[in-house]
């Protein structure tokens, strides 16, 4: 048959790896909304999950649905923090 079985129920998230969020300036709240306004998500409805993939120089405060172990170390590396927000 070829397709095979899609769960009715699967989550799927906006990926946004830490190396996207370098532009934002220090101190900056990083939201949903947020990334939605700059165009890095592609569908707003969406949970975020952010990824550990590059490097962060600035503190930044980063508010999303999931982070992975590796973002969560590169953002408080920088100095920044992580909440999950639900």
Do not use: C, H
Request: aromatic share 4%.
């Amino acid at each position: 048959r070829g397709e095979g079985f899609t769960p009715i129920n699967r989550v799927e998230y906006n990926e946004i790896n830490v190396e996207q969020l370098a532009r934002f300036e220090a101190g900056t709240v990083i939201t949903p909304e947020l990334l939605a306004d700059a165009k890095l998500i592609s569908k707003p409805k969406n949970p975020v999950v952010v990824l550990g993939r590059g490097e962060l120089t600035v503190a930044l405060t980063v508010k999303a649905q999931r982070v992975s172990k590796g973002a969560k170390a590169v953002i408080e590396a920088a100095g920044g923090s992580v909440e999950i927000i639900g």
